[in-house]
């Protein structure tokens, strides 16, 4: 009965043989990625150091030359390589690159990064995520969206037949409650956040935007990038008419070396979009135009500057907004998932 053939970049049974004194020789049949099984050998001083000069040059053999990935590449490596390509292919916005980079350097390779692929099976992955999630299930979601797709590039290199993190545990959210937002919790929550604009405290004056920002979003679903990002020539000019709209149509970036600007379009195709204001958000937009300061970028909402807020500043003084209504479960995801089309 004929011997089957080796698998493509792997090698049978190594042996050993004395040359002379102080010399040996170790050899195996390494069954190429062309298909053809070749006889390999390497020389050593004893049995032991030919065998490892052997496996040495192997492993240089082990991918076709000039290939990228192979079952001996590193996690750290492959995820620069993945990073660089997503970029290099003008597949994800910076912001998106930085986020993945992140996730990468403070929660995946720390871990495993010094792992080869072939080392990184799922049971070494797994005991990662299930770490993580024990500070929180969003961690583990991330870093198993990341790894997943990164792993899947090894894959498609052919390094790896199958992807590791596909066979992980599942990313469990507790169940939540699910709540409609009614009117009066509109009225309650816009009431608590005029007050704590209003109230006398030390430092500068708060201006009136935060609660007007909160206004908007409670009014069309709209996230925080989308309503910094809006300009008076998205608005429709007669306010004071029945179905006064707004476009939806870019949001807010901030990227280092870059700053914060506004972005043409919004998080995805989708999301642009016309909006019907209430007769409250239309309101406050007609008293913001006319007394608003004209600006360079003519933004409905502007920093004392003229420039755009960053969205990061603008949800951290979001969540310093006290609100004692018993309402504390509304968020501005809350007030998105309830309006937005």
């Not at 029945?242 to 901030?254: A, C």
Request: charged content about 30%; proline content about 5%; aromatic content about 4%.
């Amino acid at each position: 009965m004929a011997r089957p053939p080796l698998p493509l970049g792997t090698w049978g049974t190594i042996t050993t043989e004395k040359i002379r004194d102080g010399s040996f020789r170790a050899l195996t049949r390494f069954r190429e990625h062309d298909g053809n099984t070749r006889r390999v050998t390497a020389t050593g001083s004893s049995k032991a150091a030919a065998e490892r000069a052997l496996r040495d040059v192997l492993a240089m053999r082990t991918a076709p030359a000039g290939e990228l990935i192979t079952i001996e590449t590193r996690l750290i490596d492959l995820a620069n390589l993945w990073i660089t390509g997503l970029e290099a292919e003008g597949r994800i916005e910076q912001t998106t690159s930085n986020e993945y980079r992140r996730v990468l350097d403070n929660m995946v390779l720390p871990s495993v990064g010094g792992l080869k692929l072939r080392e990184a099976t799922t049971g070494r992955l797994d005991r990662l995520l299930l770490r993580l999630r024990a500070q929180s299930v969003n961690r583990q979601r991330k870093a198993k969206v990341v790894l997943g797709a990164m792993l899947d590039l090894a894959v498609r290199h052919d390094a790896i037949p199958t992807n590791p993190a596909r066979g992980t545990s599942r990313v469990r959210r507790p169940k939540e409650e699910t709540r409609a937002l009614r009117v009066e919790d509109l009225v309650a929550i816009r009431a608590a956040v005029r007050r704590w604009v209003n109230a006398d405290r030390p430092g500068p004056k708060t201006t009136g935007d935060m609660a007007d920002i909160i206004d908007l979003m409670l009014a069309t679903g709209c996230r925080i990038g989308e309503v910094l990002a809006l300009r008076w020539s998205d608005l429709d000019l007669d306010l004071d008419r029945d179905l006064p709209v707004l476009t939806v149509s870019g949001t807010i970036k901030t990227e280092t070396g870059k700053g914060t600007y506004r972005k043409p379009t919004p998080k995805s195709d989708s999301s642009r979009r016309t909006v019907v204001l209430p007769r409250f958000a239309a309101e406050l937009l007609r008293v913001r135009r006319e007394f608003a300061t004209p600006t360079e970028n003519a933004a409905v909402f502007a920093t004392r500057n003229g420039t755009w807020y960053q969205v990061v500043n603008v949800e951290r003084r979001r969540r310093q907004t006290p609100n004692k209504t018993g309402r504390e479960w509304v968020t501005p995801h809350t007030s998105a998932k309830q309006w937005r089309p």
